[in-house]
């Protein structure tokens, strides 16, 4: 089955997580895993970007902002037009309400280009689903994806689902998600095409997350919605 990784990471990322993957490291799994494509991220965008550039088709930059910084809003345009298709919000690392106001001039930028808004989910008081759900009330014409899908609580992610039925244009991806049943949850009751598959390279494994998909009981031609085409149609790649 082909896969598209809606979402990684590339470099160290130290502190509490000290985690870390390499260029080469990344390319090797994504052979071993059968990984087509991977969407990629990094704090410093040029980084992603020279990946980009190594790697065609291969790697799709994400493009990643802190909103309390100016300087990186006001370099946005730039990059967009340098390729990258997609923008990577994190409110826990950049200690920011996912509702707030200063989101707001960069969903407008991400509606001008036309690319989605990727964001992290499920740490309190920053980055829950209710909050990314005002968001996405706030911006009805951008794309949102809710990376982790409310994360590793329980009822988060039951608040992920919730704020996905009902604001159309909240996407959920998996990675760091424990309950494999909520996929076939979202896949039937959000939308055949508003879940996708991640693996938040280096945080997890590529096979633990695929085997989530595999036992969330969907059917196969269901878990090659998961696996490629649903990340194909958000990221239009
Ligand atoms: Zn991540």
């Not at 809710?146 to 998996?174: P, T």
Request: charged residues 20%; glycine residues 8%.
């Amino acid at each position: 089955m082909k896969i598209i990784d809606a979402h990684a990471h590339i470099g160290y990322i130290g502190g509490w997580a000290d985690v870390g993957i390499t260029e080469e490291g990344l390319l090797k799994q994504m052979n071993k895993y059968n990984i087509e494509r991977t969407v990629l991220c990094n704090e410093d965008n040029d980084i992603t970007l020279r990946m980009m550039e190594r790697h065609p088709g291969r790697i799709i930059g994400c493009l990643y902002v802190n909103p309390l910084e100016p300087k990186t809003v006001d370099s946005m345009e730039s990059y967009l037009k340098k390729g990258f298709t997609s923008v990577k919000l994190n409110p826990l690392r950049h200690a920011y309400c996912a509702d707030a106001a200063v989101l707001d001039p960069v969903l407008e930028i991400a509606k001008k280009y036309n690319v989605p808004i990727c964001i992290h989910s499920g740490h309190p008081p920053y980055s829950l689903p209710w909050q990314i759900g005002l968001l996405a009330e706030r911006h009805p014409n951008v794309k949102i994806m809710m990376i982790h899908m409310g994360h590793g609580h329980g009822v988060y992610i039951d608040a992920a689902l919730k704020m996905a039925r009902r604001y159309s244009n909240i996407y959920l991806e998996m990675s760091g998600m424990p309950m494999q049943i909520k996929i076939r949850e979202a896949y039937e009751t959000v939308g055949s095409d508003r879940i996708m598959f991640g693996t938040d390279t280096p945080f997890h494994h590529p096979t633990i997350e695929m085997q989530k998909v595999i036992t969330s009981g969907l059917d196969e031609k269901a878990q090659e919605d998961v696996f490629y085409n649903n990340a194909a149609k958000f990221f239009s790649i």
